[in-house]
């Protein structure tokens, strides 16, 4: 659309099966992937990024001695390559260009990180700037937009309103105290600071988005989130993007439909739109080859639901020996929620009705004074994917819980205001983005889930 003067391979992929696109003249441009040669026919795979696939241009040197400086381009040169579309039906690749002419449009030094030997996700993590380079960051990062483009879709098609909370904030919504401070001063003196008070990143945007819901009707959040958790695991991220959906009128059944459809709408586009990603994660991440199978079967099966206590007793009763003990009231670390849905459920399955104690203050208490109406939906290969609740919609209830924790009030009296001005039961929940795509994918390191990752001691560029 907006090239006219060049072909995306992408695009030269869909002309593929139409016979009468052979001799076509086309122009691509892109970095070189290898480029071999036996003297009179040169061969050089060429990537442009538009799709998982390279693309084979074929020079003939014997006809046409200025290739010959064409066989010394080196492997991550930018060139600019037109000729003719050549379908080719028994080849290795559908297709190919018969080169008329091939320019070197930018040079690569012969120190370029990423020749043609296969490279471990932990060296491609040391050159964020070069990964998206290869195949497998190719892939990855058009699932991660496909995912983004299908998050949005969702909530948009189901009339859900998108509401940016801000970064900056003066509350730690979840009480936890684990927040980046953000001050223009180097002596913490937060009075004198730019907002006169102290300001942090935000950890959540449910706490702004909540007067929204009880105004819209459904709205949802989706950006940057901020954690000073000092979590060095697989699955924690200082700078992570979360999804954080409410509704009113909404009670935690209604929250975990909207969870459950909102996966499974997301697995489908993702399978459908990136279809060559995805048999690249199966085949080649997937140890057991089997990753489309399993979430096919995951969008079409229904997510199992089960107590808290249930999980408990069963992780007790497991004969298994857990890094952290078992008791009841104890917060579930990432080996029990494994355990439940690899072991027990194999498959996603929603945790409900956790102890008050190990949840957050603006949880709905039960009936049972003990637990509250939370829900944390469980995958394998990764744990929890969304933590979410209905909301205490009781002022009374929800002050009272807030004392107890000394959470002072002050910052969160407007919070608690809502639940005086037409104060309706509402839920939501937050399912983190590079999570989900840990699990889409199987990747297997938050790290490589997200552009440029920053994690404790870590943040490169
Ligand atoms: O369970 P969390 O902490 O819930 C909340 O923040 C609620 N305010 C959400 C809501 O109800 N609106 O976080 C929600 C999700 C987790 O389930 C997990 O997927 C992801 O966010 N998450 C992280 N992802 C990467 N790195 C971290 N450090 C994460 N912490 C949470
Ligand atoms: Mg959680």
Redesign the pocket.
């Known amino acids: 659309m907006l090239r006219d003067k060049y072909n995306l391979i992408s695009e030269l992929y869909e002309l593929k099966d139409d016979a009468s696109n052979s001799g076509m003249k086309v122009c691509v441009r892109g970095w070189v992937r290898t480029n071999r040669n036996n003297g009179h026919i040169g061969f050089m795979a060429i990537n442009d990024g538009t799709c998982f696939d390279n693309v084979q241009i074929v020079y003939d040197i014997d006809k046409n001695p200025e290739f010959k400086e064409t066989s010394k381009i080196l492997t991550g040169c930018a060139v600019e390559a037109r000729g003719e579309f050549v379908i080719t039906p028994e080849a290795k690749q559908p297709f190919e260009i018969a080169a008329a002419e091939i320019n070197l449009i930018g040079d690569c030094d012969s120190d370029y990180p990423l020749q043609k030997k296969r490279h471990s996700l932990e060296f491609l993590r040391e050159i964020p700037h070069l990964r998206p380079r290869t195949n497998t960051f190719n892939a990855l990062f058009r699932v991660r937009s496909v995912l983004c483009g299908a998050i949005h879709e969702y909530f948009q098609q189901n009339g859900f309103l998108y509401i940016t909370p801000p970064l900056i904030t003066g509350n730690d ?2 009480g936890a105290g684990e927040v980046f401070t953000v001050t223009t001063r180097e002596d913490g003196d937060y009075e004198k600071d730019f907002f006169g008070k102290h300001a942090c990143l935000t ?4 706490l702004h988005v909540e007067p929204f819901a009880l105004a819209c009707d459904r709205v949802y959040t989706f950006g940057p ?1 901020f ?1 000073a ?1 000092n ?1 060095n695991t697989t ?4 700078e ?1 993007w ?1 999804v ?1 959906p ?1 509704l009113a009128f909404a009670d935690l059944e209604d929250d975990m439909k909207c969870m459950e459809s909102m996966v499974k709408y997301c697995i489908n586009a993702v399978l459908e739109r990136c279809p060559s990603e995805m048999k690249f994660f199966n085949d080649m991440i997937d140890k057991e080859h089997t990753l489309i199978k399993r979430l096919r079967e995951v969008a079409s099966s229904e997510f199992k639901v089960m107590t808290y206590t249930e999980a408990v007793e069963l992780l007790k009763n497991s004969g298994r020996k857990f890094q952290y003990p078992v008791e009841w009231g104890v917060d579930l670390k990432t080996e029990h929620e494994r355990y439940i849905c690899e072991e027990v459920v194999k498959g996603p399955v929603f945790l409900i009705d956790y102890p008050k104690d190990i949840k ?1 203050f603006y949880m709905r208490l039960n009936d049972d004074g003990k637990t509250v109406a939370a829900c ?1 939906c469980l995958v394998p290969g990764v744990g ?6 209905q909301r205490e919609e009781r002022y009374d209830v929800l002050t009272k819980r807030m004392e107890e924790l000394k959470i002072p009030r002050e910052s969160l009296q407007w919070y608690c205001d809502l639940r005086r001005f037409g104060s309706v039961k509402h839920a ?5 983005l ?2 989900f795509i840990l699990y889409l994918t199987n990747i297997g390191n ?1 790290r490589d889930a997200i552009p440029y990752a920053r994690t404790p001691k870590n943040l490169m560029f």
Do not use: K
């Open positions: 919504a979840e950890v959540s945007g449910q989130t954690r958790e979590s699955t924690h991220a200082s992570f979360m954080e409410e957050a944390d929890e994917l969304i933590g979410g609740s939501g929940f937050g399912l983190g590079e999570r938050i």
